[in-house]
């Protein structure tokens, strides 16, 4: 007997849940967060390129990205720890909180670190910054990040003081 499109649907759905594994390795990117930004920040100072949390830091890290990239040996890597920066900048800058992004199978960002609570008017709104260094990293346009930034949460929507974390 064919099983209906629902039946199909459902079985679908079930392999896409996120796993305890998952959540688990979440907690552990959350963990280890500030050590392995620690590090990076110590890597990107001695290549000589400043980041500071800033917004403006964003375009050293781009510099650092298309000047290291090419020729570095895990650009994986590289591009976890480029995001998780990106991500830190982004919520010290304009609030929010990481989560696993678990709400709906279909949503590009599922499964996905991303950050949410920093528009008022629509807390459940994410940003994924691994999604759109990706973006960065295949386009490598100058300004990129920042100019996400801007579409993504604008400034009429930002309030007039940052959060304090």
């Known amino acids: 007997m064919a099983r209906s499109y629902l039946e199909e649907a459902e079985q679908d759905m079930a392999r896409e849940k996120i796993t305890q594994e998952d959540r688990e390795k979440f907690e552990e990117f959350l963990f280890e967060m500030d050590d392995v930004l620690e590090e990076f ?27 290291v990239s090419p020729r570095v040996e ?14 830190e900048v982004f919520r010290l800058n304009f609030g929010g909180k990481w ?3 678990d709400r709906n199978p279909r949503h590009m960002y599922y499964g996905y670190p991303v950050i949410y609570g920093f528009i008022e008017k629509n807390p459940e709104f994410e940003f994924c910054p691994l999604f759109q260094f990706q973006v960065f990293a295949a386009k490598q346009t100058r300004g990129l990040l920042r100019s996400v930034l801007d579409v993504v949460y604008p400034p009429s929507l930002r309030p007039h003081n940052p959060p304090q974390n």
Request: no cysteine.
């Open 99 to 101: 989560r696993l992004s």
């Open 41 to 67: 920040i110590e890597e990107a100072s001695q290549a000589g390129y400043d980041l500071d949390y800033s917004l403006e830091s964003l375009d050293r890290l781009e510099e650092y990205w298309l000047a």
């Open 74 to 87: 895990d650009p994986v890597r590289l591009m976890n720890r480029m995001a998780r920066y990106y991500g």
